[in-house]
């Protein structure tokens, strides 16, 4: 999975290619947000547009990305998911976890309203 | 199309960068036997977690070791089968686990999205290993799932 990291506003956007399953891409994810963190950037957004697919694998990735900035008292969305992603985290229930926007814009937004409270 | 049936074999080595061939097969195979997308999608999420579990569990990533993914088509269901070469887990454990867990956990939604996205999954054990089937069929929904381990 290639990961391509971006700055807007005051968000961070991950714009994730490929298949999110774990295996070496649970490392990857774990530095970057280690990164991330480290700098003090805590407002996450993961743009899962061009993920094909997510398992369960690939799940935890995501929840262990969201564990991180939610610790450093930040916030991780996603956004621009597929039907077939959705329908997972629909399933699994981590719908109530992960607000999922579907454009850049109103993810982006989530972040302007905790800045402004 | 109902005396028609068509069977695939894989073997998979034990490492998740191959998952994505197993989902391409799966894709080719449906649009053959005109599945529906999102039937096919379902049974391919499945199936990604079955050999997730295969890999990980079954055959702990070892590399002597393969996966077979064995798909089969007729003209009402789509099954899989799939086989690892190790000594497996604790299925029967694993389901008496609450699903979905807590929500920061981050494992254990394997077994809730193959049950989910099928209309039937079933694990068995044998001599050589575990072998978890599922059905997918064609006019399949979430409704009337049946779920067990023999």
């Known amino acids: 999975m290639k990961i391509t990291q971006r700055e807007v506003g005051n968000a961070v956007i991950l714009d994730l290619n490929g298949k999110l399953q774990g295996g070496a891409d649970a490392d990857t994810f774990r530095e970057v947000f280690k990164s991330l963190v480290d700098q003090g950037k805590k407002n996450v ?6 993920v094909s697919w997510i398992n369960s694998t690939g799940l935890g990735i995501l929840i262990s990305g969201y564990t991180s900035v939610r610790r450093a008292g930040g916030d991780l969305v996603v956004m621009r998911a597929s039907d077939r992603i959705e329908s997972i985290l629909y399933v699994t229930k981590l719908n109530l976890l992960f607000k999922s926007y579907e454009a850049e814009d109103e993810a982006l937004k989530a972040f302007s309203a905790t800045a402004s409270e | 199309m109902s005396d028609r049936a068509q069977e ?15 989902d391409a097969a799966v894709q080719d195979l449906a649009r053959e036997f005109a599945f529906a997308p999102d039937a096919v999608n379902d049974m391919s999420t499945a199936l990604i977690e079955a050999c997730s579990n295969a890999i990980e569990h079954g055959n702990r990533y070892a590399k002597d070791k393969r ?6 088509f007729n003209g009402d269901a789509f099954t899989a089968l799939v086989r690892d070469q190790g000594r497996g887990f604790d299925f029967e454990a694993a389901l008496r686990q609450p699903h979905p867990p807590d929500p920061m956990s981050e494992r254990g939604r394997g077994l809730l999205i193959m049950k989910a996205f099928t209309d039937s999954m079933r694990y068995t054990r044998s001599r050589d290993g575990l072998c978890c089937e599922l059905i997918k069929r064609r006019s399949g929904d979430l409704e009337g799932q049946e779920w ?3």
């Open chain 2, 8 to 22: 695939m074999i894989l073997r998979i080595p034990s490492d998740f960068r191959y998952l994505g061939a197993v």
């Open chain 1, 45 to 50: 957004i993961v743009n899962l547009e061009k």
């Open chain 2, 148 to 150: 067990s381990a023999d």
């Open chain 2, 67 to 72: 996966v077979t993914v064995t798909l089969r």
